[in-house]
């Protein structure tokens, strides 16, 4: 059984950073992580995502050059490093999988998902 367990959500002020951990169990050895995010009233998006099998990302627009995707050596770890935070950027981040497939920021591709964790940064 495949579970994701999300780590690393806070309060932080505007510039600030975050480090966001996603543990999963459960998985083959090729797998595609993503983090997504859903704020009050809003539609989830896709922020980003890392292939297993060959460290390949993808990146919304919205974060590209703040956020960074990456695994620890025993893949089992997921983190999004979040720089240069901006209020916006405020909502539940949750990070989700799929296995044997191609980075992709839709939801609708993805099978698990963990709980989340709330991001709040104030202005």
């Known amino acids: 059984e495949v579970q994701l367990v999300e780590s690393g959500g806070g309060l932080v002020q505007a510039g600030g950073s975050l480090r966001l951990s996603c543990t999963g169990s459960?998985?083959?050895?090729?797998?595609?992580i993503g983090w997504f995010r859903q704020a009050p009233g809003k539609e989830r998006e896709g922020v980003s995502c890392i292939r297993s099998r060959d460290g390949s990302t993808l990146y919304a627009d919205s974060v590209k050059d703040r956020f960074t995707i990456s695994s620890d050596n025993a893949k089992t770890t997921v983190y999004m490093e979040m720089n240069s935070l901006k209020p916006e950027d405020t909502a539940v981040y949750s990070c989700?999988?799929?296995?044997?497939?191609?980075?992709?920021?839709?939801?609708?591709?993805?099978?698990?998902w963990g709980q989340g964790t709330q991001v709040t940064v104030s202005a």
């Open positions: 459960g998985f083959s050895f090729d797998y595609v």
């Open positions: 989700a999988a799929f296995e044997r497939g191609w980075c992709s920021l839709s939801p609708y591709e993805f099978d698990y």
